[in-house]
Every structure is written in structure tokens, then in C-alpha cells.
């Protein structure tokens, strides 16, 4: 119940005493406010290194040709490799279950102009899988359908960069654009999140770059991504399988490291994984040891409080007041003194944090943040835990004799 009298007796001490309460608000509102910095900075660079990836799908496999090192069936070393459609079908049939999407690469550098506005871009030409493993947003309009694929269209999915620079302020759906002479129509604009140099590209059906550019069924990559029910060991005893079997198609010694190249994103995921793992475990062996800080300092601070108010204690206890009463005075004064730094502590970190998150984005530091729960639930534990670390001394100086409390130093 709520007793006027006790509240003014504890605003009395507070007052009478700025500095101890200083000191003992202090060492609550400096825990709480390092462990939301520390928080927020681990969760920075977790989003900094995961931000990597979000470009492409985090199970994709991109298969590059180059050039033999090592003489093998016949051919001499330093022969350059080279896809073709038969390579993608080889890889559809004999790997059905193995992965989810799959895709031609086949890349050219065209000039791109609408009205009296040109500009270089790079035009991929891929099939509709393209748009899982990149994990391309469309933000107006359609990808490229099978039916575009089929056709052989002379369509084209522009850049939000692109249709920017290109387009200005008109509406890029719908209008033809010239890529190298050709007319092509615009069925869509993208956005990439993971990085705006993706949005200077342009996608157009694999199909319609073959004819038009030799008539050829060559292409320059190979990209899809794995079944995503696969583990980390699967999805690398998959990758050096299609290896393996592509040396074996296209003639190359087994040994040869120059002659294809694989990129599987499970390794690069997983060292990520393991080490924003390791990061959240180490914030939180810090935030504890920074927890048990402030236990500790909190502590000793009551403490001190209890031994400074000993005699204060006597004079109340031979004035009539009980064990009890002595104890609850003392600890809803240093619970109103925690309550309040801590509260304090936290609202000033956190809003150093909410100034700094929109205009952090860096690669290895993005967007810090930190959980509301866990600083709420944190600092708490630090107000309980510093309060019944001085509970014991309480219980032990209101147990005192009145006599012997008087006599105190």
C-alpha cells in the first residue's frame, strides 16, 4: 500500500545524499547504456555480413568456364572452355531433385538508347529461373515468361538505374527501347536490394540473344541453386559432383583447378553463419560480464549505504520500528535509484542508436538495432540482481541492536 510518509522519507535521503545517489544511479544507467551499444553493434555487423548475400539466393552455384592448365584427352593445356545448351539439358536430366532452378547466362554489352537519352548497360539474356537465384524484385510490369523463352521475344526487363536514366520521369513499360540497333519492348522494371549496381542490367530471353547474335547455342554461365532441403554437407558433396561430372563431358583432367569454376554460396553462408555465431556468443559472455559489473557495483554501493545509515537505523529502531520496516525503506529507495538510471541508461542508448541505424549501411555494418525485450529484460535482471545483492546486509544491520547500532562509527 502506499505509504506518503515512506515516499517522503525516501525523497528526504535522496536529496539529503545527491552524490551516493549519483554513484549508485550512475553505475545502472553506464551498464545498461554499454550493453545497448554492444547489442546494436553485433547486430550491425550481422546484418553487414548477411547483406552480402542477399543479392542471390543463398543456396545458388554460378559454374564459370576458363581455360585448361593441365593437357588432357588429347588437348593441349590452355584451352578455353565453353558452355552450350547441351550442358544445361545434361545437367536438367541427370540431376532432377538435386536442384530447384537452373539457368543460361549468356551476357553482352550494349548501347541502349531512347529519343536522345543512350547509355552503356549490361544485357544478361537468361530464362525465367534467373529471377528465384538473383532474387529479382519486379517493381512495375512482368519478368521474362517461357513464352518470351519459346518466341524468341524481343523483350526486355530494365533496371530501376536503367529507367532512371533512360526514361526520366515517363513510365518505361510499355516503350521500346534500342539495344545495339535492335528495337526491344520494355515488360518490366526491377529493384535488387542487395545492390544497386545490379539495377544498371537489363534481362532479355536467352533465346532471342542466341538467334540474333550468330545463331549460336553457346552460353557464358551456368547459375542455379541446389534443393534447398539440403545441409551444408550435401549441398558441397552435390557441387563437387556436377564438377566432377562437367570435367568428365567436357574432357578436362579431374585435377585441373583452372578449368571451371565454382562459386557454391553454402560455403561462403556457412563461414558467415559460423561467424555471426560467434559473435552473438560473444556479446552475450559480454553482456553478462557487463551485467555482473554493475550486480557487483550496485552491491557494494548498498553496502556502504547500509554501514552509512547504521546509527540512523539504531535511532529508528528504538523509536519502535521493526526489522522489516528498516529493510523496506532501504530497498525501495535503491529500487526507485536503479529504476530510474536504468530507465535513463536505456532510453539514451537506444536513441543513439535510432539515430545512427537509418544512415549506417556500410558492407560489414548495416542498419544496428538492438532487441526492446532483451534491454528491457536486462536491465531489470541488473535492478533485482544489485537490489538483493544488497538485501543480505540490509537484513543483517536491521537485525542489529538498537544499543550496538547507536555505537557504530
Do not use: C
Not at 532479355?204 to 554461365?221: A, E, K, S, W
Request: hydrophobic share 45%; charged share 20%.
Amino acid at each position: 500500500m502506499f505509504s506518503r510518509d515512506l515516499w517522503s522519507e525516501i525523497f528526504h535521503s535522496i536529496k539529503s545524499n545527491k552524490l551516493r545517489t549519483f554513484l549508485t544511479g550512475f553505475s545502472v544507467a553506464w551498464g545498461i547504456f554499454i550493453l545497448v551499444l554492444l547489442l546494436a553493434s553485433v547486430d550491425g555487423m550481422k546484418n553487414g555480413f548477411t547483406k552480402q548475400f542477399n543479392d542471390d539466393a543463398t543456396n545458388s552455384i554460378f559454374i564459370y568456364p576458363g581455360s585448361t592448365t593441365k593437357p588432357y584427352g588429347g588437348f593441349e593445356a590452355g584451352r578455353r572452355i565453353q558452355f552450350d545448351n547441351e550442358d544445361l539439358d545434361y545437367i536438367r536430366k541427370s540431376f532432377v531433385g538435386y536442384y530447384e532452378y537452373l539457368t543460361p547466362r549468356f551476357t553482352k554489352s550494349v548501347t541502349a538508347r531512347v529519343g536522345n537519352e543512350t547509355g552503356t548497360y549490361s544485357a544478361r539474356s537468361v530464362n525465367p529461373d534467373h529471377q528465384q537465384i538473383e532474387r529479382t524484385v519486379i517493381d512495375k510490369g512482368r519478368y521474362i515468361n517461357e513464352n518470351d523463352i519459346k518466341n524468341t521475344l524481343k523483350v526486355v526487363v530494365v533496371g530501376k538505374v536503367v529507367a532512371d536514366e533512360l526514361f526520366k520521369k515517363e513510365e518505361a513499360v510499355g516503350q521500346n527501347i534500342i539495344l545495339n540497333d535492335l528495337s526491344y519492348k520494355v515488360i518490366g522494371v526491377f529493384s535488387d536490394d542487395g545492390n544497386e549496381r545490379e539495377e544498371r542490367n537489363m534481362y532479355v530471353p536467352v533465346t532471342t540473344f542466341q538467334r540474333l547474335y550468330g545463331n549460336t547455342n553457346q552460353i557464358d554461365q551456368i547459375a542455379l541453386t541446389y534443393n534447398p532441403e539440403f545441409n551444408f554437407a550435401e549441398a558441397i558433396n552435390f557441387s563437387d559432383n556436377l564438377e566432377t561430372i562437367l570435367k568428365r563431358r567436357l574432357v578436362i583432367d579431374p585435377d585441373d583447378q583452372g578449368a571451371i569454376y565454382m562459386n557454391n554460396y553454402a560455403e561462403g553462408f556457412s563461414d558467415v553463419s559460423n561467424f555471426t555465431t560467434m559473435l552473438s556468443v560473444i556479446s552475450i559472455g559480454i553482456g553478462m560480464l557487463i551485467l555482473i559489473a554493475g550486480i557487483v557495483g550496485i552491491g557494494n554501493i548498498l553496502v556502504f549505504i547500509i554501514k552509512e545509515r547504521t546509527k540512523e537505523i539504531g535511532i529508528r529502531k528504538a523509536l519502535g520500528a521493526k526489522p522489516f520496516d528498516v529493510i523496506k525503506l532501504v530497498l525501495l529507495e535503491s529500487v526507485f535509484i536503479t529504476s530510474i538510471s536504468g530507465l535513463i541508461g536505456m532510453i539514451f542508448a537506444m536513441a543513439i542508436v535510432g539515430l545512427i541505424s537509418p544512415i549506417v549501411d556500410a558492407p560489414a555494418f548495416s542498419n544496428p538495432s538492438v532487441d526492446t525485450v532483451t534491454v528491457v529484460t536486462s536491465t531489470v535482471v541488473l535492478i533485482v540482481a544489485g537490489v538483493l545483492a544488497g538485501l543480505i546486509p540490509a537484513i543483517k544491520a536491521a537485525k542489529v541492536k538498537p544499543i550496538v547500532a547507536l555505537r557504530a562509527d
